[in-house]
């Protein structure tokens, strides 16, 4: 299954050919996708639980899919973006932040999925039946 052939939360994307985010991809290539992925890490401890956390690991397969890993723009110190939001994260969501980032190739961002894999999979164990 690939990133467009599945959503996170409902159908409301599913009704068109082009999906915002290719769009996007277009227009503002990696960052819209990493931008929207530690959106929702930053937010689900106060959101929308592992939703979000689904959310942001979709948004990153995506990246995979449509990344020129070649190409990488100069961006901003994250550590320094991520000091100022750390006040209200959890430290393991500001590391997870920094990682999606930081990332440069496929193999980065499997270990960031796999990461929210992890939350996710703690999120559900202590859900009680």
């Known amino acids: 299954m690939t990133p467009n052939t ?11 050919a082009t999906q915002h985010w290719d769009i996007a991809a277009m227009l503002y290539g990696e960052t819209h996708f990493k931008c929207t992925a530690t959106k929702y890490v930053s937010r689900w401890r106060k959101k929308a639980g592992v939703q979000d956390l689904e959310k942001a690991k979709h948004y990153l397969e995506k990246l995979g899919e ?36 930081e990332a440069t190739d496929v193999s980065d961002l499997k270990a960031c999925i796999q990461s929210i894999d992890t ?11």
Do not use: C
């Not at 959503?7 to 409301?12: A, L, P, R, S």
């Not at 723009?73 to 500001?94: F, K, N, P, Q, Y």
């Not at 939350?119 to 039946?129: E, N, R, V, Y």
């Open 119 to 129: 939350l996710i999979a703690g999120q559900t164990a202590a859900k009680p039946a």
């Open 66 to 101: 449509i990344a020129n890993w070649s190409d990488l723009e100069d961006r901003l110190s994250v550590g320094t973006v991520v000091a100022i939001m750390g006040m209200e994260l959890d430290l393991v969501d500001s590391e997870l932040i920094i990682r999606i980032f």
């Open 6 to 16: 599945k959503q996170v939360g409902g159908t409301h994307y599913q009704t068109g």
